[in-house]
């Protein structure tokens, strides 16, 4: 700058001179040359003086800038729950796309970018686990130094809304808890608190005038405020003040619609939570910003709002109530009356109700954990159950288990059985029909069972009225004795005599072949062989 100086200083000089030289060349007597260089004396003071005032204000304006220059070392501080979408939002606003989460405390910045006047600074973020374990690192965030340059931030995790209320709560403590203990002198927090409130007071909804450049910071914002008119505070208004801004935001509001089908919410119930999450914010004097990562809903407003609070970039964002999934409310907005008009929309729902009474956690399904089934080696499973049949007693329901040894056919083999027994045992089958001998194979026997059955029909039919089923009913006919001389009428006809004949000694021949198979065996006595 002293260089600049007398650069400056050499160009004023030398202006003269050369002013004074064309004075003198121009003049023929003394007096008009006295005249001439008493004016360019004039002329040069007037132009060293312009130069002086023309750096003066490059001074001036090179220390205004470096003065104006965005400051470092602000802190914006996130707390909510596990899963509640910290890191996500963060990483969204950076630009990443997937950015792993940690554990304990994370740190991540924000590059804030003057655009107007070129200059550029660091906005550090600082994350704070889901676990109240890990609360004692808000040391290395909160500091008594840096306490009034940090901006809270409170995640609230939409698509669980039935936590909401509890862990808006429960995350407020642990900040009042916290700074509580960084032991700062009582007329610090006081003036903290004072300025949280005159905030608060002097919010100015944005109006159509828009300055010309959106980056451009506004300088004469406190003067406009200091002309404003402050209205007193509500009864609920900042009744938890914490000296330092909040700002209450609600991610993973895309699954609204989601609660609407599978549980059945209306618009009272979102209606209904709205209301409760800014009674919270006025008792902090909190802002409000529903969001979503996954629609990339108001995600550039967050961003706005907190460079905003700590570098006083223009903010012209109007209040938010209509849409229930794009709610904004700045910090001193709202009011009990405001909120008010939510109630008025109630049916089923009073304003008075409690929270955890209305909005409640809906059951576990069941078949979201299943048990994957293994499915046993055949092996193993063969050799438990060739073990378990080993320890069965030989009877089974009660009944005995034949052991003798079987024929291919399937039937057991009974060779001690007497005839005597056989026949007593055996039920009575009709007229023309033979018993059958237990003591036949398989296959003759299933054959005597057919050939019974077939006699049995043929008896039954040719039984004449008045006679006995069994004997032949022709007239001067004889009982021959079997089945095969009981013949009906119609049989002695041309046409059917062949043909009853043929089944008829068909038949017979079934019948009397177990017999020859089983020479030793006793043959059974017919009933029909009685003349």
């Known amino acids: 700058m002293a260089a600049a100086v007398r650069r400056a200083g050499s160009f004023g000089s030398s202006s003269s001179g050369l002013g004074s030289v064309a004075g003198f ?82 740190y991540l910045y ?5 655009e107007d006047r070129d200059d550029q600074t660091r906005c550090n973020v600082w994350i704070l686990d889901g676990d109240l374990y890990h609360k004692g690192l808000l040391k290395f965030a909160m500091e ?36 509580d203990k960084l032991k700062i002198p009582p007329e610090e927090i006081k003036e903290m608190e004072q300025k949280l409130v005159r905030d608060f007071q002097e919010y100015v909804e944005p109006g159509e005038d828009f300055p010309a450049s959106p980056q451009r910071r506004n300088t004469s914002l406190q003067e406009d405020k200091n002309d404003s008119v402050i209205l007193p505070l509500g009864a609920d208004t900042l009744t938890c003040n914490l000296g330092i801004p909040v700002v209450v935001v609600c991610t993973k509001c895309d699954a609204i619609s989601v609660l ?18 800014r009674r919270f914010c006025l008792q902090y004097g909190a802002a409000l910003i529903y969001t979503s990562v996954k629609e990339n809903k108001n995600i550039d407003l967050v961003y706005k709002y907190i460079v905003q609070k700590f570098y006083g970039f223009p ?28 109630h008025e929309n109630f049916q089923t729902l009073k304003a008075d109700d409690n929270f955890e009474d209305i909005i409640t956690k809906p059951p576990v399904r069941k078949f979201v954990h299943e048990k994957e089934i293994v499915a046993e080696d055949d092996q193993v499973f063969l050799m438990k159950q060739q073990s378990q049949l080993a320890k069965q007693p030989p009877t089974a329901a009660g009944r005995p288990v034949d052991a003798s040894p079987r024929v291919p056919g399937g039937s057991p083999r009974t060779p001690n059985r007497s005839v005597a027994s056989n026949v007593a045992s055996v039920t009575p089958i009709p007229t023309g029909s033979k018993k059958i001998d237990p003591n036949m194979k398989a296959g003759a026997t299933s054959e ?25 009913g022709s007239p ?25 004949t043929d089944v008829q000694a068909e038949l017979d021949r079934i019948s009397r072949k177990p017999e020859m198979a089983s020479p030793t065996a006793p043959t059974s006595p017919t009933e029909g062989e009685a003349s």
């Open 315 to 342: 903010f012209n964002v109007p209040a938010v109530v209509v849409e229930k999934d794009a709610v904004f409310i700045p910090s001193g907005w709202d009011n009990d009356k405001k909120i008010g008009i939510l």
């Open 110 to 114: 924000l590059n804030v970018h003057d």
């Open 25 to 106: 060349s121009s003049s023929s007597s003394a007096p008009t040359a006295m005249t001439n260089n008493s004016n360019a004396e004039l002329r040069a003071g007037g132009d060293e003086d312009d130069g002086q005032n023309l750096w003066s204000c490059i001074l001036s304006e090179v220390s205004t800038r470096s003065r104006s220059k965005l400051p470092s070392g602000k802190n914006v501080l996130l707390l909510g729950e596990d899963g509640a979408g910290k890191t996500s939002l963060i990483g969204k606003i950076q630009g990443i796309e997937e950015y792993k989460k940690g554990r304990g405390m994370e």
């Open 476 to 500: 001067g006919g004889s009982g021959t004795g079997g089945a095969g001389s009981n013949l009906p009428p119609s049989a002695k006809k041309s046409g059917q005599k062949p043909v009853l």
């Open 144 to 179: 008594a130094s840096s306490l009034k340059d940090t901006l809270i931030m409170l995640i609230v995790d939409m698509s669980r809304p039935w936590t909401a209320l509890d862990s808006l709560q429960k995350w407020a403590s642990v900040v009042r808890e916290h700074i």
């Open 448 to 472: 005597g069972v057919l050939a019974n059955f077939f006699n049995s029909l043929l008896s039954k039919k040719t039984g004449s009225p008045g006679g006995p089923g069994g004997v032949g």
């Open 260 to 277: 609407e089908k599978e549980h059945d919410y209306k618009d009272e119930h979102f209606d209904f939570i709205q209301s409760h999450i």
